[in-house]
């Protein structure tokens, strides 16, 4: 299955309890880091302060909704995850990925230098994203 971006929880989806990861929840004092589908739950991971907890768990057979990413996996690939999908999709003559591509171009080249003002460090970050890749991958909380 592919990552989980949203679930919603009910018989009736117009007034069900919808779930977005990066959601702001509990008086906006967790944010909604991870919702998984594993060994028949949907369970919705929070976040506060760098600590990741357990907060809901459904039974699958629960009536529910699952939007999942429908991006390239870019955690996996870094940036070039984009282009290879789209080299996949055969979209590089088509006029208006090209300029969708200027523009991300752009953006990145003004994200690398505010980034390089900032003084960040790219191994560190790097490091991050690979440890939480392994998480969203295997579902393991480091202590």
Known sequence: ?????????????????????????????????????KAGELK???????????????????????????NPRVRENGRDAAYQWAESQKLFGVSRYQKTVRQIERDLAAYDSERAKLGKDA???SQVERQIASFLETGDVCP
């Open 1 to 37: 299955m592919g990552d989980i971006r949203k679930i919603s929880i009910g018989p009736d989806y117009k007034s069900s309890m919808n779930y977005v990861v990066g959601q702001r929840v509990l008086g906006g004092s967790y944010t909604i880091h991870l919702i998984q589908e």
């Open 123 to 125: 191994f560190f970050t």
């Open 44 to 70: 919705i991971w929070l976040e506060k302060d760098d600590i990741v907890v357990l907060w809901k768990s459904f039974s699958v057979a629960m009536p529910s909704c699952i939007e999942y990413n429908i």
